[in-house]
């Protein structure tokens, strides 16, 4: 080691690129997500119209039992994913939304308000058109289908356009749906619900309210909060509130708090880096024993600098992105085409779908975007233009991942869960080809 060490940053740093790097980081993981999405979608569209189709259905509909006594849960492998791993995935949207709140694009009533009129418009329209087609019918309950915006897919579009979009607006987009999945998170937990079991609701307030000691007590220990998260899970799995809701609420107690603050966490890297440099400087395969307590003093400290709401939402990002979201697709996107698709195509709640996806998201969000900063209440990020957003507009109508979760809740199995399946993948495919052209053909004039 050289005996010569640099006291401070190098000079003039690129700030603004340290401070956009975990966004980027966040944005290339939804990217790479997206790809293994459409990969798990062309699988299950190909595995359930094969000659193996029965095993695709037989394997979903296997049972799977768990726990001993009162506390037995047997379900079909189907259900696992939807209501178990699922839980996980509304638990890290829960972190993210949480985040954005605190430290994001959320944070600032002047920051927020456009992403936030976006998001309202972009559930609003979406639900009034599919009501145009559906209102009175078997197909009304699942006005709230084309209301979401799956974040994976629409970010891996953006990815594909490179430097041609920029990074304002990938931050606008993500902003957005952040806001979309709250409205959907709502929508779930107040009209896609069961008859309600008071009981285990009761039970349910009171692990909630163990959570919310533990944070105030400043408990950090994963295990805890793991711990009851899960007997929350199970209660509000039995109280008819559909269990995801539990994962949100899950997030909100986690600890956004760090227990060593910037200034001394920098004082304390310092000194320990400096006892690292003071170490022998004899060339070796192996650190001596005071670099080693150095090493170990700064795991520690970055420990406590990270808040425990960062670090599972770190530890669990990937998780979602590479296995619970690919293997949700893979269950639940597998729909028989059978007879003629233009008759698919043209059944109420297929229609409704498309049309609340494709042409209700690119209204509402446009729309309701320009009102906000005609009346003053927003104003566009930098080097953003109007076509790009309603270029991203269009991306809003790949709804995907949540708009499949809502349907299983609004229709069950059967007929018309299969019709509101080709609609979902008929305008997500639609949205994401028209808006990727939209915004590939904005020169760099348009910004």
Request: proline share 4%; aromatic share 10%; hydrophobic share 55%.
């Amino acid at each position: 080691m050289t005996s010569s060490r640099p006291s401070q940053l190098p000079p003039n740093p690129q700030s603004i690129d340290l401070i956009m790097l975990p966004f980027q980081r966040f944005a290339q993981l939804e990217s790479s997500a997206g790809i293994l999405l459409l990969l798990c979608t062309v699988i299950a569209l190909l595995w359930s119209n094969s000659a193996w189709g029965e095993s695709y259905t037989s394997l979903w509909q296997a049972k799977l039992t768990v726990g001993y006594g009162d506390f037995l849960l047997s379900k079909p492998l189907l259900l696992w994913i939807n209501d178990g791993l699922m839980a996980i995935f509304f638990f890290v949207v829960g972190l993210e939304i949480k985040r954005e709140i605190l430290i994001g694009e959320l944070a600032s009533l002047k920051k927020s308000m456009l992403p936030v009129a976006a998001a309202l418009g972009g559930m609003i329209a979406p639900a009034l058109l599919y009501l145009i087609f559906n209102a009175g019918t078997e197909g009304a309950p699942g006005w709230g289908i084309p209301m979401a915006t799956d974040i994976a897919f629409s970010l891996g579009v953006l990815a594909l356009l490179g430097s041609r979009v920029p990074v304002s607006i990938k931050v606008f987009l993500t902003a957005f749906a952040i806001v979309d999945d709250i409205g959907a998170v709502l929508v779930i937990a107040f009209f896609y619900t069961a008859d309600l079991a008071a009981g285990y609701l009761l039970w349910g307030a009171g692990f909630l309210a163990l959570l919310l000691v533990a944070n105030a007590m400043g408990v950090r220990h994963a295990l805890v909060y793991g711990l009851l998260g899960t007997c929350l899970w199970f209660v509000f799995l039995k109280s008819g509130v559909h269990a995801t809701v539990a994962g949100v609420l899950l997030a909100v107690t986690i600890p956004a708090r760090t227990r060593l603050h910037a200034q001394a966490f920098l004082e304390r890297a310092r000194a320990v880096l400096d006892v690292f440099d003071r170490a022998d400087d004899t060339p070796s395969e192996t650190m001596d024993s005071d670099q080693q307590a150095a090493i170990y003093t700064l795991e520690e400290a970055c420990e406590h600098v990270e808040t425990p709401m960062q670090r599972f939402e770190h530890t669990l990002h990937p998780w979602v992105t590479f296995f619970i979201m690919p293997v949700f697709a893979l269950a639940n996107a597998g729909v028989v085409l059978e007879g003629d698709i233009g008759s698919a195509l043209g059944h109420p709640t297929t229609l409704g779908i498309i049309v609340g996806l494709f042409f209700g998201k690119q209204i509402g969000v446009t729309l309701f975007a320009w009102l906000a900063v005609k009346a003053g209440w927003a104003s566009l990020p930098a080097s953003v233009s109007w076509k790009q957003i309603y270029g991203v507009a269009l991306l809003g109508g790949i709804g995907f991942t949540m708009s499949l979760f809502i349907a299983g809740l609004a229709f069950g199995e059967g007929a018309m869960l299969a019709a509101s399946k080709v609609g979902i993948l008929a305008a997500s495919l639609l949205s994401g080809i028209v808006g990727y052209i939209v915004l590939r053909n904005l020169g760099p004039e348009s910004h």
